[in-house]
């Protein structure tokens, strides 16, 4: 069952997130100070948006990669036993990743005769 779309594109969703949210606050300063552009009235509301969308976008960035890293960390392991006991934090890390990570864990799965 292929994953959802924020899972298998989320890097890529939040950095376009974190940009547009960037340009709309922008846009939303821009037409606030008079500076180049007029909004009619729409920029403290695009403004706004830009705020929201900066925030959960950056937030967003910030965790999936704290979850590569820790995937990355915990695939490093080259004790099986250490391995095993950490399986279960991999495979949820892995299942919160693109199908990639997936693929990466069961060949770290078949090195190490797990199954």
Request: charged share 25%; glycine share 8%; net charge positive.
């Amino acid at each position: 069952m292929p994953k959802p779309i924020n899972v298998e594109r989320g890097l890529e969703l939040s950095v376009l997130m974190t940009v547009l949210g960037a340009v709309l606050l922008f846009l939303g300063i821009s037409d606030g100070l008079d500076w180049s552009i007029d909004l009619k009235g729409w920029g403290f509301y695009a403004g706004a948006a830009g705020v929201l969308l900066l925030i959960v976008g950056v937030i967003w960035v910030i965790s999936i990669v704290q979850r590569m890293r820790r995937f990355y960390v915990l695939m490093e392991e080259k004790s099986k036993a250490v391995f095993v006991k950490s399986l279960d934090d991999i495979e949820y890390t892995a299942w919160r990743l693109p199908a990639k990570y997936d693929e990466l864990l069961a060949k770290k799965k078949k090195e190490m005769g797990v199954k």
